[in-house]
Nanobody
Framework: VQLQASGGGLVQAGGSLRLSCVASGRLFSLNVMGWHRQAPGKQRDVVATITNSGSTNYADSVKARFTISRDNAKNTVYLQMNSLKPEDTAVYYC????????????WGKGTLVTVSS
């Protein structure tokens, strides 16, 4: 499984960005896709996840500002980020977790999002 993320960049506080991640390879039919982020000097944390059926979960820090969605036909997951804050600055990683036993995690290379104040 390969994950290719795109859409990062530099934006001013209050602005918006949309991240995309395309999954390819041998994909399990059931999986959870999501976005995680890692700021300098900090651990990687989950931002949002979405199941095949569209159930979503968000970190409290991004609720009401970020929206995760997916297109199963295109094996693509999106993260629409609005009202960006400087504290959202991080490398954003796309993740796919299979619903197999045991579950397997796949990661994209990451895309940098920088929010200037």
């Amino acid at each position: 499984v390969q994950l290719q993320a795109s859409g990062g960049g530099l934006v001013q506080a209050g602005g918006s960005l949309r991240l995309s991640c395309v999954a390819s390879g041998r994909l399990f039919s059931l999986n959870v896709m999501g976005w995680h982020r890692q700021a300098p000097g900090k651990q990687r944390d989950v931002v949002a996840t979405i199941t095949n059926s569209g159930s979503t979960n968000y970190a409290d820090s991004v609720k009401a500002r970020f929206t995760i969605s997916r297109d199963n036909a295109k094996n693509t997951v999106y993260l629409q980020m609005n009202s960006l804050k400087p504290e959202d600055t991080a490398v954003y990683y796309c993740n796919l977790r299979t619903r197999s036993l045991p579950p397997m995690d796949y990661w994209g290379k990451g895309t940098l999002v920088t929010v200037s104040s």
